[in-house]
């Protein structure tokens, strides 16, 4: 069974810095696409970023891109996504999904099969 866990939430400050990381288990990155979601409150689920297995290439929502940096250390089993320049919209819990595929990437309210619990991320002064 695909698990994902996520970390590297936080409160922030508008214009700041905030780095994700999740892990995988019980599956090599090569193998699946890993992407992250966001989900403000009373809003539906966003496809923002994702990097494909192999060869790796990177995707991302007009809404973050040129602010964040998806990538993968696939000796160490996790992809990361370096957010900068966050705005107090990005306020949203992030979810890391493995999926079979980046089609998700901008898309709204998609149907993920795999995906862990969520890392809250708040920008706010």
């Known amino acids: 069974q695909v698990q994902v866990v996520e970390s590297g939430g936080g409160l922030v400050q508008p214009g700041g810095s905030l780095r994700l990381s999740c892990v995988a288990s019980r599956f090599t990155l090569d193998y699946y696409a890993i992407g992250w979601f966001r989900q403000a409150p009373g809003k539906e689920r966003e496809g923002i970023s994702c990097i494909s297995g192999s060869p790796a290439s990177t995707y991302y929502a007009d809404s973050v891109k040129g602010r964040f940096t998806i990538s993968r250390n696939n000796r160490k089993n996790t992809v990361y996504l370096q957010m900068e320049s966050l705005k107090p919209e990005d306020t949203a819990v992030y979810y890391c999904?493995?999926?079979?595929?980046?089609?998700?990437?901008?898309?709204?309210?998609?149907?993920?099969?795999?995906y862990g619990q969520g890392t809250q991320v708040t920008v706010s002064s």
């Open positions: 999904a493995a999926e079979p595929s980046c089609r998700f990437v901008g898309l709204i309210d998609y149907n993920y099969s795999s």
